[in-house]
T-cell receptor, first 114, second 114 residues
Framework: AQSVTQLDSQVPVFEEAPVELRCNYS??????LFWYVQYPNQGLQLLLK??????LVESINGFEAEFNKSQTSFHLRKPSVHISDTAEYFC????????????FGSGTRLLVRP | DTGVSQDPRHKITKRGQNVTFRCDPI?????LYWYRQTLGQGPEFLTY????????KSRLLSDRFSAERPKGSFSTLEIQRTEQGDSAMYLC????????????FGNGTRLTVT
């Protein structure tokens, strides 16, 4: 069975500082990996995904994540955060089967302070 | 693309009552998923449909829970004889189901069982 671990429940950072949100997964088969973001009072939105190919994937708003198979990790990074990045971030994994269902981590709340 | 719509946004019910939630996916999406999210946790997979067929149910989905998707369009999730432990946010998501196209989530129905 798959599982996702997000060890940090909350990460406070100052504006313009770099940030890393950690994600580790467990699975006995090959997986797809995702980061979803939930802004206050909004639904979950896909931030970025790794399906195959380059292990470094990027989002349009400056986030990036790197798939590390040996460490079973998919950490999310941003070199300089903005106040508007304050949100809940969820890492998710999906087995390469026909259901495409996502298994989510417990989430990390990113709190950007001025 | 009007997005995934869920109704109602909030539902307060007394223990033992039955409740039903509705999800209207994006019109051309053939896959529909139900998730449950409790405070401080990530979404937990409940069940999914491809068109009108319910293809997988989580062990979290007890006999009191039933989901339908007649005609492969909207879906309903019914909880019979609600318990306080059923209090959660119920999320619906849909996707085209081609390869790993992203899930589009609704804003959820928040259920409070008193």
């Amino acid at each position: 069975a798959q599982s996702v671990t997000q060890l940090d429940s909350q990460v406070p950072v100052f504006e313009e500082a770099p940030v890393e949100l950690r994600c580790n997964y467990s699975s006995s088969v090959s997986v797809y990996l995702f980061w979803y973001v939930q802004y206050p009072n909004q639904g979950l939105q896909l931030l970025l995904k790794y399906l195959s190919g380059s292990t470094l994937v990027e989002s349009i708003n400056g986030f990036e994540a790197e798939f590390n198979k040996s460490q079973t990790s998919f950490h999310l990074r941003k070199p300089s955060v903005h106040i508007s990045d304050t949100a809940e971030y969820f890492c998710a994994v999906s087995e390469r089967d026909s259901s495409y269902k996502l298994i989510f981590g417990s989430g990390t709340r990113l709190l950007v302070r001025p | 693309d009007t997005g995934v719509s869920q109704d109602p946004r909030h539902k307060i019910t007394k223990r033992g009552q039955n409740v039903t939630f509705r999800c209207d996916p994006i019109s051309e999406h053939n896959r529909l998923y139900w998730y449950r999210q409790t405070l401080g946790q990530g979404p937990e997979f409940l069940t999914y449909f491809q068109n009108e067929a319910q293809l997988e149910k989580s062990r979290l989905l007890s006999d009191r829970f039933s989901a339908e998707r007649p005609k492969g369009s909207f879906s309903t999730l019914e909880i019979q004889r609600t318990e306080q432990g059923d209090s959660a946010m119920y999320l619906c998501a849909s996707t085209m189901g081609q390869g790993h196209s992203p899930l589009h989530f609704g804003n959820g129905t928040r259920l409070t069982v008193t």
